[in-house]
C-alpha cells in the first residue's frame, strides 16, 4: 500500500509540474506585446477600413462582438500567433485568429455568427498613430 500511495504522490507531483506552464502559457502575451494607440483594420474584401484604440490587443478579438459577456477558450497562444474561441450567450460565437508581424502589423482571421447571420473576414491591422 505504501508503494502504491507514493506513485500516486509521485504521479500527482508529474501532473502538478506539467499543467503549470500550461496554465501560464494561456496569458496571450502577444496581444500585450503590440504598440498601444490608434490603429486601422483593411479588410481583404474591400469593405471600409475602421479605426481601433487599442489599450491592450485583446480588442482584436472580438471584432464583431462588443461587450464583455462572452467566454473565451485559448486555442493556440504562441509568441507571433494566437488563437481565441468565444461564445456569447445569446448572441452568437466566434473563432479569431491573429499573427503578428510586427509591434504595429497584424493580419487577423476571424469567423463566426454575430446577430443570427454568419460573418467571415480576413484584414490587415496598422497601427496610426494615438488613440482620437
Known amino acids: ?5 507514493a506513485l500516486v504522490l509521485a504521479l500527482g507531483a508529474s501532473l502538478a509540474v506539467v499543467a503549470a506552464p500550461a496554465l501560464a502559457q494561456a496569458s496571450l502575451a502577444m496581444l500585450d506585446s503590440l504598440d498601444k494607440g490608434g ?3 483593411r479588410y481583404r474584401d474591400g469593405s471600409t477600413a475602421r479605426k481601433v484604440c487599442l489599450r491592450s490587443g485583446r480588442e ?4 464583431r462582438h462588443r461587450g464583455s459577456g462572452c467566454n473565451r477558450f485559448v486555442v493556440e497562444d504562441g509568441a507571433r500567433e494566437v488563437t481565441i474561441q468565444y461564445t456569447c450567450r445569446g448572441n452568437g460565437y466566434g473563432r479569431t485568429s491573429i499573427r503578428k508581424e510586427t509591434g504595429s502589423l497584424v493580419q487577423i482571421d476571424s469567423q463566426g455568427i454575430a446577430d443570427g447571420k454568419p460573418f467571415e473576414f480576413s484584414a490587415e491591422a496598422r497601427r496610426t498613430g494615438s488613440c482620437n
Open 1 to 5: 500500500m505504501a508503494k502504491v500511495n
Open 39 to 41: 490603429w486601422e483594420l
Open 60 to 63: 482584436f478579438i472580438q471584432l
